[in-house]
């Protein structure tokens, strides 16, 4: 089966500015995670949905991220503005009780804040 | 409360020599228990889970885990280590309820001397 697919892979941009990053999970994982990994560090939970409902968005930092997955499939998060402590690799995640429970993670977009 | 607890941040052995990754967790309820490895500028791969079947898991790459629940512990080990083993681990540990919730060790760097 195909994997969790996340573009795009590397961004660079100046800060106060905006980037989107796109994920598209495996087919039929009704949970979808967006985790934010600072080098050195393990991936911190930003949103957590459930089909098309945000089931844990705690330690998003909603004066400056939102995420949507409006039709419980694939979904986007957006940053604006950037700040430099944004430069993270953002990676995506799926489960599925069908198959588990198991976390399948995309292989990242990578961001770099100038 | 569920916690996962890395017991060493860098371990660093000889090519050919056994690899042992510790990790303990403390959960309310019966766990389910993950190992991810994450090689430089990757995503997060499944190494091996654990979900209340049998107590020794075998996952890829000669990985192994054994759940003690009288230890509470989920240590990952491997006979005879490859220089392709270098990479970060995560020892995670989820919880089923209507909203899985995932807790991330702080990772285990492994680094493997020629």
């Known amino acids: 089966e195909a994997g969790v697919a996340q573009s795009p892979r590397y961004k660079i941009i100046e800060k106060r500015q905006s980037v989107a990053f796109w994920c598209n999970p495996i087919?039929?994982?009704?949970?979808l995670y967006w985790y934010q990994q600072i080098l050195g560090q393990g991936p911190k939970l930003l949103i957590q949905?459930?089909?098309?409902?945000?089931?844990?968005d705690s330690q998003l930092p909603k004066d400056r991220f939102s995420a949507e997955r409006l039709k419980g499939v694939d979904s986007t998060l957006k940053i604006q503005p950037a700040k430099l402590e944004d430069s993270a690799v953002y990676l995506c995640?799926?489960?599925?009780?069908?198959?588990?429970?198991?976390?399948?993670f995309g292989e990242g977009s990578w961001l770099t804040v100038v | 409360a569920q916690s996962v607890t890395q017991l060493d941040s860098h371990v660093s052995v000889s090519e050919g020599t056994p690899v042992l990754l510790r990790c303990n967790y403390s959960?309310?309820?019966?766990?389910?228990l993950f190992w991810y490895v994450q090689h430089p500028n990757k995503g997060l791969q499944l190494l091996l889970k654990?979900?209340?079947?049998?107590?020794l898991v075998k996952g890829i790459n000669g990985f192994e885990a054994e759940f003690k629940k009288s230890e509470t512990s989920f240590h990952l080990t491997k006979p005879s280590a490859h220089m392709s083993d270098a990479a970060e681990y995560f020892c995670?540990?989820?919880?089923?309820?209507?909203?899985?919730?995932?807790?991330f060790g702080s990772g285990t760097r492994l680094s493997i001397r020629p």
């Open positions: 995670v540990v989820t919880l089923y309820s209507s909203a899985s919730k995932i807790i």
């Open positions: 654990y979900t209340s079947a049998a107590t």
């Open positions: 995640a799926s489960s599925s009780v069908l198959s588990g429970n198991t976390i399948y």
């Open positions: 959960s309310s309820y019966s766990p389910s």
């Open positions: 087919s039929g994982h009704a949970t």
């Open positions: 949905f459930q089909n098309n409902g945000v089931v844990d």
